[in-house]
């Protein structure tokens, strides 16, 4: 029955579907190519967050450079989510200055911790956002990393 409804259709009708078709799936795949097949820079940096033995609030965040090459890494962006709304606060290491923009060489890390109640200082309402995300940041903004917090 479909047989019949498809070579109802004249041959070049069908080829101009196809080809469309194709072209339609060449430019999906050019447009979302960085979600697909990350770049050198997000593959070859690791981050991993713990949470701090001695302190019930407080974690450890350590980003690595994995790579051949060196990485930069903008400031660390703290995101809150919730229903849709995003608060994104930047991560300012205590007593350090201003670092950032900093560049990992291979095979070096840069550790630093986050307290969630100096948040919780500037915004009281952050308390009911469900969903508590850090993104490191390269070069143009571009996020290299995301990883959820699990903080309560």
Not at 19 to 24: C, E, K, Q, V
Not at 104 to 130: M, N, V
């Amino acid at each position: 029955m479909i047989s019949d409804w498809i070579s109802s259709f004249p041959p070049s009708a069908l080829f101009r579907f196809a080809g469309s078709f194709l072209l339609l799936l060449i430019i999906v795949l050019i447009l979302f190519w960085h979600r697909i097949i990350p770049d050198k820079e997000s593959r070859s940096i690791r981050c991993n967050i713990r949470r701090l033995r001695r302190s019930d609030v407080a974690y450890s965040v350590r980003i690595s450079n994995r790579g051949k090459e060196p990485v930069e890494i903008e400031s660390p962006r703290v995101v809150f989510i919730y229903k849709g709304i995003r608060r994104v606060f930047r991560v300012r290491p205590l007593g350090a200055g201003n670092l950032f923009p900093l560049c990992l060489y291979p095979g070096t890390h840069y550790q630093f911790i986050i307290d969630p109640q100096l948040f919780y200082e500037k915004d009281a309402l952050l308390g009911s956002y469900s969903v508590v995300r850090l993104w490191i940041l390269g070069r143009n903004h571009k996020i290299l990393k995301r990883r959820k917090i699990k903080w309560q």
